[in-house]
Protein backbone atom coordinates (compact mmCIF):
# COMPACT_ATOMS: atom_id res chain seq x y z
CA UNK A 1 0.00 0.00 0.00
CA UNK A 2 2.49 2.60 -1.49
CA UNK A 3 1.33 6.36 -1.06
CA UNK A 4 2.98 9.39 -2.75
CA UNK A 5 4.63 11.83 -0.51
CA UNK A 6 5.50 15.19 -1.66
CA UNK A 7 8.55 16.65 -1.11
CA UNK A 8 6.32 19.59 0.89
CA UNK A 9 5.07 16.82 2.96
CA UNK A 10 8.07 15.05 3.73
CA UNK A 11 9.45 18.94 4.98
CA UNK A 12 6.59 19.18 7.16
CA UNK A 13 7.01 15.92 9.20
CA UNK A 14 10.89 16.80 9.41
CA UNK A 15 10.44 20.12 10.84
CA UNK A 16 8.60 18.39 13.76
CA UNK A 17 11.59 18.29 16.17
CA UNK A 18 10.16 15.66 18.58
CA UNK A 19 9.15 13.23 16.09
CA UNK A 20 13.09 13.73 14.39
CA UNK A 21 14.63 12.99 17.62
CA UNK A 22 12.38 9.93 17.72
CA UNK A 23 13.23 8.41 14.41
CA UNK A 24 17.16 9.35 15.59
CA UNK A 25 16.86 7.31 18.45
CA UNK A 26 15.44 4.74 16.36
CA UNK A 27 18.06 5.07 13.94
CA UNK A 28 21.50 4.80 16.42
CA UNK A 29 19.80 1.76 18.32
CA UNK A 30 19.45 -0.39 15.19
CA UNK A 31 23.08 -1.95 14.94
CA UNK A 32 22.49 -2.88 11.18
CA UNK A 33 21.52 0.52 9.90
CA UNK A 34 24.20 2.28 11.98
CA UNK A 35 26.55 -0.32 9.87
CA UNK A 36 25.06 1.41 6.58
CA UNK A 37 25.69 4.53 7.64
CA UNK A 38 29.28 3.81 8.48
CA UNK A 39 30.13 2.29 5.32
CA UNK A 40 28.52 4.99 3.63
CA UNK A 41 30.33 7.83 5.96
CA UNK A 42 33.59 5.50 4.96
CA UNK A 43 33.19 5.11 1.64
CA UNK A 44 32.79 9.06 1.37
CA UNK A 45 35.90 9.88 3.78
CA UNK A 46 38.21 7.10 1.60
CA UNK A 47 37.12 9.14 -1.93
CA UNK A 48 37.67 12.68 0.02
CA UNK A 49 41.52 11.21 1.22
CA UNK A 50 42.10 9.39 -1.99
CA UNK A 51 41.92 12.95 -3.71
CA UNK A 52 43.84 15.10 -1.25
CA UNK A 53 47.50 14.49 -1.93
CA UNK A 54 48.33 16.05 1.54
CA UNK A 55 46.09 13.89 3.51
CA UNK A 56 47.00 11.12 1.38
CA UNK A 57 50.83 11.46 2.02
CA UNK A 58 49.97 11.63 5.94
CA UNK A 59 48.34 8.28 5.74
CA UNK A 60 51.65 6.76 3.59
CA UNK A 61 54.42 8.29 6.13
CA UNK A 62 52.10 6.75 9.09
CA UNK A 63 51.56 3.30 7.19
CA UNK A 64 55.36 3.32 6.37
CA UNK A 65 56.35 4.30 10.13
CA UNK A 66 54.81 0.40 11.16
CA UNK A 67 56.90 -2.54 10.72
CA UNK A 68 53.83 -4.13 10.18
CA UNK A 69 52.58 -2.52 7.43
CA UNK A 70 56.45 -3.07 5.75
CA UNK A 71 55.85 -6.59 6.47
CA UNK A 72 52.42 -6.26 4.77
CA UNK A 73 54.40 -4.47 1.91
CA UNK A 74 56.99 -7.39 1.79
CA UNK A 75 54.34 -9.84 1.71
CA UNK A 76 52.71 -8.28 -1.35
CA UNK A 77 55.71 -7.85 -3.69
CA UNK A 78 56.67 -12.02 -2.91
CA UNK A 79 52.40 -12.65 -3.72
CA UNK A 80 53.19 -10.42 -7.00
CA UNK A 81 56.27 -12.08 -8.06
CA UNK A 82 54.68 -15.67 -7.39
CA UNK A 83 51.78 -15.06 -10.06
Same mark, same amino acid.
Given at each position: MGMDLNKADVMKLLQDEKLVDE???KIVEDPEV &??? &?? #???? #?E?? #?? &? #???? +?IRQKIINAALSS???? +?RIIKEVVDELGD
Open positions: VVK &LDD &LA #EDIG #EIA #EY &L #EKDP +KPDFK +K
